[in-house]
Nanobody, 119 residues
Framework: QVQLVESGGGLVQAGGSLRLSCAAS????????LAWFRQTPGKARELIAR????????YVVDSVKGRFTNSRDNAKSTVYLQMNSLRPEDTGIYSC????????????WGQGTQVTVSS
């Protein structure tokens, strides 16, 4: 079992920055893949970033590439999503999720944190 707790959301003006954190507890942190999902009104939840905790291999989708950076601190069992140059369309609920490396589905979820970008 893995427990995930997000923090760092809030209200920011367009062009600003936020850093989201996802703190994990429970089973061995480094044997998992952790992803960030974004839920915006009227749209399906989308994966926007993921990181392989064992080796730090990170990926972000094209819509946030160059603006968002995904990183981890295994010693703190925490993953970060640094979001720069935020746009109003980045507004949504951001959730972190985890899965064991060999499991195809994300089975552990945090409660989500709201990010609102004003124009």
């Amino acid at each position: 079992q893995v427990q995930l707790v997000e923090s760092g959301g809030g209200l920011v003006q367009a062009g600003g920055s936020l850093r989201l954190s996802c703190a994990a507890s429970g089973r061995t942190f480094s044997s998992h893949i952790l992803a960030w999902f974004r839920q915006t009104p009227g749209k399906a939840r989308e994966l926007i970033a993921r990181i392989i905790l064992n080796d730090g291999n990170a990926y972000v989708v094209d819509s946030v590439k160059g603006r968002f950076t995904n990183s981890r601190d295994n010693a703190k069992s925490t993953v970060y999503l640094q979001m720069n140059s935020l746009r109003p369309e980045d507004t949504g609920i951001y959730s972190c999720a985890a899965r064991p490396t060999l499991v195809p589905e994300y089975i552990y979820w945090g409660q989500g944190t709201q990010v609102t970008v004003s124009s």
